[in-house]
């Protein structure tokens, strides 16, 4: 089954402690990325990759790494993380639209994060 | 710079009857325009797209119009469901580009 994986779901932590979110896709997708999700803000996103070793800057990247070492694998990490970090993350693999000149994505369930 | 809008945060509707879910744009090179649907504990699904070049597509109870000198687009759903009741996102996309844009999001409740 196409899918997009993320872990862990739900993540509690303090701050300051650095934390790593796992994404991977097993659909060969070369563009990955990172969106948060903030009621009244919708889903912005933070980093994306075009490929292995080729990753820039999203929307809103400030307090975020991420690093392309695999195509399937594109972790998500939060160096010291904040209480405005605390958010709904969402990672996505694109893939061009059937029969169309667009993508879309695929979306991971989510991680929910907490930081205190 | 919110450049795909949703002014409606949420909508309630009988079941049975019509959902007009309502998204504006503002930057005149997107060519593409999704909707997305969302479940709690889930992630977004892909639900249906338009091109820049059609002002309407329709996927069974879905359809999708398109006003480009509005910039505006909505998502019509006849007839509601119970089970439609989700977030639903509007993202808009440059032909060729692999970002999409989303808006901030409607929640769309179904009453029985």
């Known amino acids: 089954e196409a899918q997009v994986t993320q872990n862990p779901r739900y993540l509690i932590t303090v701050t300051g402690k650095k934390l790593t979110v796992t994404c991977s896709q097993n659909?060969?997708?070369?563009?990955m990325s990172w969106y948060r999700q903030d009621p009244g803000l919708g889903l912005r996103q933070i980093y994306y990759?075009?490929?292995?070793?080729?990753?820039d800057k999203g929307d809103v990247p400030e307090g975020y790494k991420v690093s392309r070492k695999e195509k399937r694998n594109f972790p998500l990490i939060l160096e010291s993380p904040s209480p405005n970090q605390t958010s709904l993350y969402f990672c996505a693999s694109s893939h061009l639209l059937p029969g169309h000149r667009t993508v879309s994505y695929t979306f991971g369930s989510g991680t929910r994060l907490t930081v205190v | 710079d919110q450049q795909v809008k949703q002014n409606s945060p949420s909508l309630s509707v009988q079941e049975g009857r019509i959902s007009i879910l309502n998204c504006d744009y503002t930057n005149s090179m997107f060519d593409y325009f999704l909707w997305y649907k969302k479940y709690p504990a889930e992630g977004p699904t892909f639900l249906i797209s338009?091109?820049?070049?059609?002002d309407k597509n329709e996927d069974g109870r879905f359809t999708v119009f398109l006003n480009k000198s509005a910039k505006h687009l909505s998502l019509h759903i006849v007839p509601s469901q119970p089970g439609d009741s989700a977030v639903y996102f509007c993202a808009a996309s440059v032909q060729g580009a692999q970002k999409l844009v989303f808006g901030q999001g409607t929640r769309l409740t179904i009453n029985p």
């Open positions: 659909m060969n997708h070369e563009y």
């Open positions: 990759s075009m490929n292995v070793e080729v990753t």
């Open positions: 338009i091109s820049s070049i059609k």
